[in-house]
């Protein structure tokens, strides 16, 4: 396949003035191993970052805890004075211990400087868009989120936030929270084996609300499965382009944020978009999450 780097076409969020390719980039990987510490080769993370956005992306994810630290400072040195329509999405609600562990941080005070300290990072006057990071490490609660929302909310109405969004949720969370804040983003864990949010995306794809999925390939192990390779070899692509052309085809709503250190890689995830799975083989695909689930059939 030869690389057009159409991006996917490109979504804009009910409520902003943001025009979206909808293959973004994810800055997870511009830090050590599990979000850790220093890449090994920063120059190279730079690199893979210029050449993102060179390609065409124009939406960036990151969060000052991914290092923590580093992969802002990486983004601004890489990109600092930003191009214009690039949009960089942040998220506060969680930080890191010594022992690289993610606690929770939605007290007021706790939300309030992690504004700051990706402003301050990033070297923005306002954030383009932050996302609330609640819930467990094992995916949503039903708790309120109307505290640590309103939070936001008045940081919004400074004008140190422009938009708002809501990440690891619920159904009945994002009903809350849209009574509090326009909600332009959820920033949920879905892809082909994880596929608990069908309902909510395809409620938000009728609100014209994007759906950014994280952990798009599986985290940080990636997706494996027969039926994946299979695919993969009969359109001679890579189990990587199919799991994220089946995210593009899966709904319009839906945002690709996969991150990657390593150009070839980017390169790879971007050719994705040229991928088109006809619907038997996208009937095959969705037999993926029924199997993980321990169920015959279809997962749509």
């Known amino acids: ?13 009910v409520g ?3 025009v979206l390719n909808r293959i973004g980039y994810g800055a997870i990987q511009l830090t050590g191993p599990m979000a850790w510490g220093p ?3 920063r120059q190279a993370a730079v690199a893979v970052v210029r050449e993102a956005v060179r390609l ?3 939406h960036i994810d ?3 805890f991914y290092g923590p630290h580093i992969a802002n400072e990486i983004i601004r040195e890489a990109l600092h004075p930003y191009p214009e329509g690039l949009t960089i999405v942040t998220k506060v609600g969680a930080r890191r211990g010594p022992d690289k562990s993610w606690p929770a941080a939605l007290s007021k005070q706790e939300l309030v400087d992690a504004v700051h300290d990706n402003l301050r990072h990033l070297g923005l006057d306002a954030l383009d868009v932050v996302n609330l990071r609640v819930g467990g490490h094992f995916g ?5 989120i109307a505290e640590p929302l309103s939070v936001l909310a008045e940081l919004q109405r400074q004008g140190l936030i422009r938009h708002i969004g809501l990440s690891n949720i619920s159904p009945s969370q994002f009903a809350e929270g849209e009574k509090i804040a326009k909600i332009v983003c959820v920033q949920n864990h879905y892809n082909l084996a994880h596929r608990r949010d069908d309902a909510l995306i395809d409620v938000l794809a009728g609100k014209g609300t994007a759906f950014v999925p994280f952990f798009p390939l599986g985290g940080f192990r990636p997706l494996q499965s027969p039926i994946l390779d299979e695919v993969a070899a009969a359109l001679s692509a890579t189990a990587r382009q199919v799991a994220l052309a089946w995210l593009l085809q899966r709904a319009p709503n839906i945002l690709i944020i996969a991150g990657t250190s390593s150009v070839d890689h980017l390169r790879e995830n971007l050719d994705a978009a040229t991928l088109r799975l006809p619907p038997e083989t996208v009937g095959r695909l969705d037999r993926i999450a029924a199997e993980a689930r321990g ?3 279809p997962g749509r």
């Open 1 to 13: 396949m030869s690389l057009s780097f159409d991006l996917g076409g490109a979504f804009s969020p």
């Open 16 to 18: 902003t003035s943001f």
């Open 39 to 41: 890449p090994k080769d």
């Open 56 to 58: 065409g992306i124009n």
């Open 62 to 64: 990151t969060s000052d």
């Open 140 to 144: 949503p609660n039903d708790n309120s």
């Open 295 to 297: 169920e015959p059939g």
